[in-house]
């Protein structure tokens, strides 16, 4: 390594010395890049055994729909049909519940419908036996 003496001299008479930065940035690049080329590739995959034929069994096919919506006033529709009273819905729900398999109830509540109406709807169906019920038409409470 070398130092160079030159420049003016400060103050107090003396001359500034300085040193040669510039070999040992181009050792330190050096290391640098003889680091990056030595250090593995890493993959990033995910090894999966995927079956090598299809399964024995066929899927089952697929279950019936029940749309079950609950009106502004309260008022369970049962696929299109307005429902009179809870006995009457209490009914449907007991034939659905006992076919095998289980359809699927699609409950869609209307925007306006009242919590306790829903509430109570899900409480009849879950009475009765009924596991397969979920909620559908959500979009239309996003603003």
């Known amino acids: 390594m070398s130092m160079a003496v030159s420049g003016p001299a400060n103050s107090s008479g ?6 040669n930065t510039t070999p040992l940035i181009d ?3 050096v290391l640098l890049v003889m680091l990056i080329i030595t250090i593995p590739l890493q993959t990033h995959a995910v090894k999966l055994d995927l079956p090598a034929r299809p399964p024995a069994f066929p899927p089952p096919p697929p279950s ?4 079950l919506e609950i009106d502004f006033d309260g008022t369970p529709i ?3 049909m307005s429902v009179r009273d809870w006995v009457q819905l209490d009914g449907y729900l007991l034939d659905a519940a006992a076919k095998s398999p289980q359809p699927e109830v ?7 419908a009242k919590y306790d109406a829903v509430a109570k709807t899900l409480a009849h169906a879950q009475r009765l036996g009924l596991t397969r019920i979920g909620f559908v038409g959500n979009e239309q409470y996003i603003e």
């Open 106 to 112: 699609h409950l869609r509540p209307n925007r306006l």
């Open 78 to 80: 049962w696929n299109g």
């Open 64 to 67: 019936d729909v029940v749309d």
């Open 27 to 29: 050792v330190m690049l």
């Open 14 to 19: 003396h001359d500034i010395v300085e040193m």
